[in-house]
């Protein structure tokens, strides 16, 4: 346990807003909770959630990355570096970073503070890809080449920590600290109204089967679609989020408006972080159907932040069959398709609706949550690391 860090600081740097990427979240309030004031730096969300953290947790914004042509994200990146600058000038115990940008930024401004890098993110050094996004590759083989300049080291699963040591030619394995929710010390607030206030009245009654992240080919959505059409089950509703206006989720328009179950399929655009949350909340089971392709190394070694969310809501997973996935499956809380097709998700789909029938399942999922798959749990490997640093000094 830490002791006597009260009013201590800690920097929390990202590139992608932690709307976007939840553990960066989770990360903060548990180093809160420990008794620091936790500084998170980052880019503008373009969903705003207006998500109540709690005290002693400030997110910093240093503008619209998302929105800027190249020479704007350089000058918002410069911009950025000299902010985190001046906050590490303010005596900061540790640095924390998420992704390539913010782990190049930290070994810039560091001096003498230990820089810990959580690599949430996987980014190879592959010829074709750099040609796709050359300033980004570049910055990611820099992180590469550099990490083993960092003072702690951790991906979101055995497979990448395994992957990142070889990759990088390292003498120590990375700590593996999963994708897991915050779990708050009390009971979250009622959201069903918030719920009702966007989904239609003859939902309320179903089983609820929620996608919510990015819509695309990688995710399989448009095979989710399909296979939900074919069990054709009266008690259960889909609901999607973060359609676009692009090719893709216009295809799964079209399957949606020609599908017999088209009533219960409900499609919706990004949504606040707030209502994502609303709708996990009252939701059955939660969809992580990512594909895995052979030439394509990270696809190899997922590590979906919705798993973790979506078991703190007790939510049952639907997945693909992966390393990541198997586990929960074991136990009894995940049904994993032997495929990608959609008559092999169907399948899944099936047994999913049969699973959350059983009484005690959310119980079940409770405890797991509380004793394994949280932030708490998970981030002991660097809160003891923390605690030797704070010992030292």
Known sequence: MLMEINNKKILLLTLVHPDFLPPVYSVGQVLRDIG??????????????????????????????????????????????????????????????????????????????PLVYLVLEIADFILPVLLNSPLSNLRNLRALKNIRKADFVATPSIQRSA??????????????ILNTAY??????????????SIVPQEFLNKKIILYTGAVNEEHCILELVRAFGLINDETSALIITGIKDNEYCNRIRKVVEKSICEQRILLLPYVTRTQMLALQSNADIGVCLTKEYQDNVRTKMIAPNKVGEYLYKNLFILGIKNEYLLPLEMKGFASLAESTTPVEISKAIRKALIAVGQNNLKANIRSFVKDQFCMQQQLKPLIYFINEVISIN
């Open 36 to 113: 620091f004031n936790v500084h998170i730096l980052t880019f503008d969300s373009f969903v705003p959630a207006e998500l109540d953290l709690g005290q002693n947790i400030r997110v910093e914004s240093t503008g619209n990355h998302f929105e800027s042509n190249t020479l704007g994200r350089i000058k918002l990146r410069n911009k950025f570096t000299n902010r985190a600058k001046e906050l590490v000038n303010e005596g900061p115990v540790a640095i924390i970073t998420f992704c390539p940008f913010s782990f190049n930024c930290g070994l810039q401004i560091k001096n003498k503070t």
């Open 163 to 176: 992957w990142l040591a070889g990759r990088c030619h390292l003498s120590f394995m990375p700590h593996t």
């Open 183 to 196: 779990l708050p010390k009390t009971a979250d607030e009622d959201t069903f109204d918030s719920f009702k």
